[in-house]
T-cell receptor
């Protein structure tokens, strides 16, 4: 199985701070995703990337940006954190070939913005 | 627009019971469907993936079925155990998507009582 790691399990930041969430995979998979999960709203896609330096907006990209300089690493950036970005953030990875199109998730980062 | 619904939102059963979790989707044009398990405060663990051309997949005590024409999938859990207590999520990958974007249901939270 693919191993997906996220830089922090819990993070507390203040309003206005710049926040970096990192996701690293140990396989050579092309596709990486960032979701947020909120009670009553489920999982929502923020951004995804299908190759190095490529990015696509998901359903809720406002207030976020991403970076993918290396294939194994996909970063989510909150330029100026706000309280409504308090959430569970989940990274996922997926290969492009039919045998490997399962999505594998990291353990999540619980972000609290005060 | 594809929508995924899981009913019921919560389910409580005694240990040993066989049970079925339901997932429905509004657009039958899907590439595949994936079932996940999520423990409180954790990431998602992939359980089963069914390709659009398949009718079912099995893994241990779990069996997932897919009926594309009616827009339904079920996850059957045999001989439930307290360790099966978790939230179960289904997600569909739209047939038009070649980037792996998943659309999630809200999940069914299962409690198996000893």
């Amino acid at each position: 199985d693919v191993k997906v790691t996220q830089s922090s399990r819990y993070l507390v930041k203040r309003t206005g701070e710049k926040v970096f969430l990192e996701c690293v995979q140990d396989m050579d998979h092309e596709n990486m995703f960032w979701y947020r999960q909120d009670p009553g709203l489920g999982l929502r896609l923020i951004y995804f990337s299908y190759d190095v330096k490529m990015k696509e907006k998901g359903d809720i990209p406002e207030g976020y940006s991403v970076s993918r300089e290396k294939k194994e690493r996909f970063s989510l950036i909150l330029e100026s954190a706000s309280t409504n970005q308090t959430s569970m953030y989940l990274c996922a990875v997926q290969g492009s070939y039919s045998s490997y199109n399962e999505q594998f998730f990291g353990p999540g980062t619980r972000l609290t913005v005060l | 627009k594809q929508e995924v619904t899981q009913i019921p939102a919560a389910l409580s059963v005694p240990e040993g019971e066989n049970l079925v979790l339901n997932c429905s989707f509004t657009d039958s044009a899907i590439y595949n469907l994936q079932w996940f398990r999520q423990d409180p405060g954790k990431g998602l663990t992939s359980l089963l993936l069914i390709q659009s051309s398949q009718r079912e997949q099995t893994s241990g005590r779990l069996n997932a079925s897919l009926d594309k024409s009616s827009g339904r999938s079920t996850l059957y859990i045999a001989a439930s155990q307290p360790g099966d207590s978790a939230t179960y999520l289904c997600a569909v990958r739209p047939g038009s998507s070649n980037t792996g974007k998943l659309i999630f249901g809200q999940g069914t939270t299962l409690q198996v009582k000893p």
